[in-house]
């Protein structure tokens, strides 16, 4: 019996570390700043934001600025550091001209690089459809873009604001559905504060996706994708790459060839 009572106590005490350690299992704040980026045309910048506890907060960002319309807004993953996106982008972009002819906009989570505060769902939202609201009276065209984490901030994004297009790099339908494939032994997903719920949040929404994703993904596997595609109502593009995982898409050269095609259909290029 005391062998029973021992394994339900230990049971119970690793499903609430899962639900008390849930944002750091979510948010992993990024790696260290990759230093400042000193080409003219990436201006670094901050922006304030009020927290929850009404102390005001810097969100740290880069902007590459073209004097174009068309604005790129690109939102990270949860182990990602804008600027080594900003570093990737100088190096490739010249090879696309779409992608080297818009402007990229992008913030640091909070708590993620130099930015304050901590991360959270509704933070990670507000502050995206923030940026948004500051950025719209200059340009024509919107598009967003997000890389798993990220992803799920703009099918948030798509349905408060309207966006000309919007491409998804390994998505997800939901955080929820993640954590009860991933931890659903201990039901730590029914408590989940971060849903990121995706496929909720497009369903009435008109927008036109691009998406890609690769082959059995260990990260996010290819079925809560799939459940992802099948609720976007204008799905423009759908490729999976082979001989590429989760993490190596980030630089992988056929990411910025999907993202070139992916503007060329939402520009009507």
């Not at 900003?86 to 001209?97: G, W």
């Not at 992803?151 to 349905?159: F, I, K, L, Q, R």
């Not at 730590?188 to 691009?210: E, G, L």
């Not at 759908?238 to 070139?260: M, Q, V």
Request: glycine fraction near 6%; aromatic fraction near 12%.
């Amino acid at each position: 019996m005391s062998v029973v009572i021992w394994a339900i106590a230990v049971y119970f005490l690793i499903a609430l570390a899962l639900v008390l350690w849930e944002e750091k299992l979510i948010f992993l704040n990024g790696l260290s700043r990759d230093g400042d980026i000193k080409e003219d045309k990436t201006i670094a910048f901050t922006i304030n934001r009020d927290s929850d506890l009404r102390t005001p907060i810097e969100l740290e960002g880069f902007y590459i600025k073209r004097q174009s319309k068309t604005a790129l807004l690109w939102f990270d993953g949860n182990c990602d550091n804008v600027w080594v996106a900003a570093s990737i982008l100088k190096r490739v972009s010249a090879d696309y001209a779409l992608l080297n002819s818009i402007d990229v906009i992008a913030l640091n989570y909070r708590g993620y690089g130099r930015s304050g505060g901590k991360p959270t769902q509704k933070a990670l939202f507000e502050d995206a459809i923030a940026l948004y609201d500051h950025i719209r009276n200059g340009y024509n065209r919107i598009i967003a873009i997000g890389r798993s984490l990220g992803s799920g901030v703009v099918c948030y994004m798509a349905s408060e604001r309207k966006l000309n297009g919007a491409i998804l790099i390994t998505p997800y339908n939901s955080i929820r559905a993640l954590a009860k494939w991933r931890f659903g032994f201990f039901a730590a997903h029914i408590f989940i504060r971060n849903a990121f719920k995706s496929d909720q949040y497009i369903k009435n929404v008109k927008t036109p996706f691009a998406l890609l994703s690769v082959e059995n993904d260990r990260i996010i596997p290819n079925v809560y994708t799939d459940r992802l595609a099948k609720r976007i109502n204008v799905l423009t593009l759908n490729e999976r790459l082979g001989d590429a995982t989760h993490a190596s898409i980030a630089s992988d050269p056929r990411l910025f060839a999907f993202i070139e095609n992916a503007l060329k259909e939402f520009c009507h290029v």
